[in-house]
């Protein structure tokens, strides 16, 4: 184990979350009766940016639209590999019209965008690590887009069962923490997900579902640093352990339309 892990610098897409709120229901932790506080929201979403500005990342940022609550999720337009973008098609109808929203964006700064014919959700299902994409199915991502990236990308696709609709995109379990290691939280998992998790990353740093409910698991890393909630203290301690840095960010508002940091970042790897 290395005494100190390499941070390269990242490339990120976020949107502000000025039109936030819950108006509608497509995961657990979603209740239309719920009051968000926007200028908390805005206030944390800040601080999250600030911290990847003040660790050496870049970070552009999509213009939010009206009636689009959960624009803000930046993670869900699309998956960027090589400087080629694959875009969403979102399974609920209310997120629909982001993928129009995404691509105008991407296309202005020069990148050609291919529209999915499956159901996807970008890096919320769909997650570059290194070698291969991870890819989540159960509960929004189907098994056609799995294969539809692979081809997009001529990458291996490794496909992986979620179980637990807590956890209803991949990226809510599970993230990577280098181009070799991931943290997951295996009870989000089949069986025979959890079988190939453990195969292909016996290393890998295991979360507990205390961790994962406070979405200490969508975090972000670049290697060195893990921007990480702060709640997710056992998780915090073990990345430690393991000669990361986390970096504690709060995002405690977007839980109430089931996200956090990594849903709020898209990565445009070139
Ligand atoms: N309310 C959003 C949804 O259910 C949250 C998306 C969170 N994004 C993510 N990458 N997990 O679609």
Same mark, same amino acid.
């Given at each position: 184990m290395p005494d100190s892990r390499v941070p390269r610098p990242r490339r990120f897409l976020v949107c502000e979350p000025r039109h936030f709120a819950v108006q509608y229901a497509i995961n657990p932790w979603m209740n239309p009766d719920t009051r968000v506080d926007v200028d908390l929201a805005q206030e944390q979403w800040r601080s999250l940016i600030s911290a990847y500005r003040a660790h050496g990342h870049t970070v552009d940022t999509v213009e939010p639209v009206a009636g689009l609550p959960d624009?803000?999720?930046?993670? &869900?337009s699309a998956v960027v590999v090589d400087g080629r973008v694959f875009g969403s098609s979102f399974h609920a109808p209310e997120r629909r019209p982001e993928s129009t929203a995404y691509e105008t964006w991407f296309k202005s700064a020069g990148f050609d965008v291919y529209r999915p014919e499956s159901v996807c959700e970008g890096e919320g299902d769909l997650v570059p690590a290194g070698r291969w994409i991870l890819a989540g199915t159960g509960f929004r991502t189907t098994r056609e887009a799995h294969h539809e990236v692979q081809e997009y990308f001529g990458v291996p696709v490794i496909g992986l069962t979620l179980t637990d609709p807590y956890f209803y995109h991949l990226d809510t379990a599970l993230f990577v923490l280098d181009e070799? &290691?991931?943290a997951y939280y295996p009870g989000a998992f089949s069986?025979?997900?959890? /079988?190939v998790l453990a195969r292909l990353y016996p290393d890998a740093v295991v979360a507990t579902r205390e961790d994962a409910m406070t979405f200490g698991l969508n975090s972000v890393s670049d290697g060195h640093h893990v921007f990480i909630d702060p709640g997710a203290t056992a998780l915090a301690? /073990?990345?430690t352990r393991h000669g990361y840095l986390p970096v504690p960010v709060d995002l405690s508002e977007f839980r109430k339309a089931g996200g956090g940091i990594k849903c709020c970042t898209q990565e445009i790897r070139s």
């Open positions: 624009m803000v999720f930046a993670a &869900n070799s &290691n991931i069986p025979g997900s959890r /079988e301690a /073990e990345l």
